[in-house]
């Protein structure tokens, strides 16, 4: 943590650099002596230190500065840092307005120049007051200070992005933290028209920040280092972390490229309990976390928030291109960029995403739920999972179901969790048919099947994970794929036992392996797969065989 601030402001020089000797000497190694020559650059200093979110202990003013006298002062830096203590520095003429003083600017204390020798007639008097400070001082967030609107899509855009990639943030609602409106007018932002504001721990700030931006300024890498790699793997999920874990530890010079956040859409979930190994459940996140940092320990160059838009053939190599118009060529390509949540497709969603509308669990937005009802539509395990989240911050969840029961759809244990649940209730035969609201979600419409009635209900909050689509237009003509997208691989590609057309080996292709080969398929993205966290993992790391084998060829 940064020393807490002890500021001093004088207009003659020789005195605030006696004064600033004075207070290093005594103080230097607890507090950072920061020091102005005037009231106006005095005020410009304060709201820096606020932005970078530093604590100001003590404030130690001379009374007479021109343009802004030091109770004027004193009186505005108040409202920065109310808890720092306030003493004057005052010559023998000006004791009236000092003791004026006490109580307009809250005064703790004046003393009269000179104060030498400062070990009689200064120390004891600053020795008090700090340690006064002290007493009640808790240390400030050190990290990320996002400032934002609730219902603003660009703030969840940037919540979802922190959270995702696991870096530690504090946000502040305008509607709801004095301090931040405090905030937006230090960093000069133009009012509730460019927020998102995203504060760094330098004071330095992003105004509406795009994924990509936040990942330049906290060190994230979205270049490769170099041109050619052995693997690349397109795709942070289990299995993409499995197969990168895997490939590296094997030899294999491995680049892992994923477009959000490692983790996928397990990363998403708040607890995954039918995980081997793992008898209490763990939480996607920290199932990434942990993912994440053995792909590095051997040395995988992971690439994020960076998109791949297409892929070149060029035997005996594949060439990845970029969203940023670079490219990677490697020998061997796996696909394991897992799935999407079909969008709600009913009349005023579309306005609305973001706004009250969140595609998954959006865990960032669990605290802003409390004790208020939410709605979360789908009846599969993530749907149970977010469900069990939810009702430890809401008054109380009610889930939504096209189908007639949850047996057909989800695990056991999650159906037993629910039903033990007393917040959580299940509405099944149910569905939505049209969401309502201006500038955020206000209520949705929902369809009974069995009775054929439609009610309209009050939401603020609405989740959904409903089906799931794969992103791999980008492989469009390069590949076979089914026609919701899904990566045919292995058996699936044969036809009467013959090669799919155009297959160009004598060996058909390998249990992983896509139309071309080359390149495989693991995961929730491949065509037939088992959509569960395990099966990927298992796929990814299987796959890494298929690549020897290929690679032993080339």
């Not at 703790?108 to 070990?119: E, G, M, V």
């Not at 994924?211 to 790699?229: H, M, V, W």
């Not at 937005?365 to 749907?383: F, P, R, T, W």
Request: proline fraction near 5%.
């Amino acid at each position: 943590m940064a020393k807490p601030a002890i500021l001093t402001v004088d207009d003659d020089p020789e005195v605030l650099q006696a004064v600033s000797r004075d207070l290093r000497h005594q103080y230097g190694d607890r507090f950072r002596i920061v020091r102005a020559d005037s009231g106006i650059a005095a005020l410009d200093v304060v709201q820096q230190l606020k932005l970078r979110n530093e604590p100001v202990a003590l404030f130690l003013v001379d009374q007479r500065m021109p343009q802004m006298g030091g109770v004027e002062f004193l009186e505005r830096a108040k409202s920065i840092f109310p808890d720092a203590k306030r003493a004057l520095l005052t010559a023998y003429a000006d004791t009236d307005a000092a003791i004026k003083s006490i109580n307009s600017a809250r005064l703790d204390y004046y003393l009269l120049k000179p104060w030498n020798p400062p070990q009689e007639r200064l120390y004891p008097v600053l020795d008090d007051l700090l340690d006064d400070w002290l007493a009640g001082f808790r240390p400030p967030f050190e990290g990320i200070r996002v400032i934002g609107n609730r219902w603003s899509p660009f703030s969840h855009q940037v919540k979802d992005f922190l959270a995702r990639n696991q870096i530690p943030y504090r946000w502040l609602d305008i509607e709801l933290e004095p301090d931040a409106a405090k905030l937006v007018e230090y960093a000069q932002a133009d009012g509730r028209q460019q927020l998102p504001l995203v504060i760094f721990p330098d004071g330095s700030r992003l105004i509406q920040p795009s994924n990509l931006e936040i990942a330049a300024k906290i060190g994230l890498q979205t270049q490769a280092e170099r041109p050619f790699y052995d693997l690349a793997i397109v795709g942070g999920g289990p299995a993409g972390l499995a197969a990168a874990v895997y490939g590296a530890s094997e030899g294999l010079s491995t680049v892992l490229i994923e477009r959000e956040a490692p983790g996928g859409q397990a990363g998403t979930s708040s607890r995954i309990e039918n995980y081997l190994g793992f008898p209490v459940g763990l939480s996607g996140s920290d199932l990434a976390r942990r993912g994440v940092t053995q792909a590095r320990r051997f040395g995988v160059e992971i690439l994020t928030p960076q998109v791949v838009t297409g892929v070149k053939l060029q035997d005996p190599y594949r060439v990845l291109q970029l969203a940023d118009g670079s490219e990677i060529s490697c020998h061997a390509l796996l696909v394991a960029t897992g799935v999407s949540y079909r969008w709600l497709t009913v009349p005023g969603a579309d306005k609305l995403t973001g706004a009250g509308i969140y595609y998954g669990a959006a865990m960032t937005e669990a605290i802003a739920c409390s004790n208020e009802e939410v709605y979360l539509v789908g009846g599969a395990n993530s749907a149970g999972q977010a469900a069990m989240y939810f009702s430890k911050y809401a008054s109380k969840v009610i889930m939504l179901v096209r189908g007639e029961s949850l047996s057909s759809s989800m695990s056991q244990y999650l159906i037993d969790q629910i039903a033990a649940t007393e917040n959580i209730k299940v509405c099944t035969s149910c569905s939505v048919i049209e969401v309502k609201g201006d500038e955020h979600l206000e209520a949705i419409v929902i369809a009974h099947a069995k009775s054929g009635e439609t009610e309209t209900v009050l939401a603020r909050s609405l989740f959904i994970f409903i089906g799931a689509s794969p992103k791999t237009d980008w492989l469009d003509g390069v590949i076979q794929r089914d026609a919701q997208g899904f990566i045919i691989t292995g058996l699936d590609l044969m036809h009467n036992g013959k090669s799919p057309r155009g297959w160009p080996l004598e060996r058909s292709p390998f249990l992983l392996e896509a139309s071309v080969p080359g390149i495989f398929a693991a995961g929730d993205v491949r065509y037939g797969s088992i959509k569960r966290v395990a099966s990927g993992v298992g796929e990814g790391s299987i796959a890494i065989q298929f690549v020897h084998r290929y690679l032993s060829n080339v």
